[in-house]
């Protein structure tokens, strides 16, 4: 399980705001995404807000306008499900390549909720559902937010 050896991450983000950038595809997952997203907000005393785009792609146009208007932290959540065609790498290495870029030009946080994988079934385990034995979109939130609260430290 990729969620082995994770850290339990508890974190202060009171007067933080944490933008959450969800894909539209794949309803049922993205929704379980934004909802784990949104509980961990609300755990940290964050204020957030959640913008939806198109799908995984358009995360990172979003995420630079997010960080250029001086966003705390960025989540960016998605789903690229692996397909018959090198779609997949493309879109998996452009977003991932995107969201980097993002966050080390306006070091700005930008939390790392997208699925990269091969089935919907390990998507759906990772959606945080009620079934599901990870919550990627809490996790996006939870690391976004300790390191905005390290980067004000510094």
């Not at 794949?26 to 204020?47: C, F, K, N, P």
């Amino acid at each position: 399980m990729s969620g082995d050896g994770a850290p339990e991450i508890t974190v202060d983000g009171t007067g933080l705001t944490v933008e959450i950038v969800a894909s539209s595809w794949h309803t049922e997952i993205m929704d379980g995404l934004v909802a784990g997203a949104v509980r961990a907000a609300e755990a940290a005393g964050a204020s957030y807000r959640v913008t939806r785009v198109a799908g995984a792609f358009e995360l990172t146009v979003v995420a630079e306008a997010l960080a250029r208007r001086g966003a705390d932290a960025i989540a960016s959540l998605g789903v690229v499900i692996r397909g018959g065609t090198p779609h997949f790498e493309y879109v998996c290495q452009s977003v991932t390549q995107g969201l980097t870029d993002v966050a080390r030009e306006h070091a700005v946080p930008v939390g790392f909720g997208i699925l990269t994988v091969d089935t919907v079934e390990q998507a759906l385990n990772r959606a945080g559902l009620p079934d599901s034995e990870e919550d990627k979109g809490a996790e996006a939130v939870e690391a976004a937010l300790q390191t905005a609260v390290t980067l004000r430290t510094l």
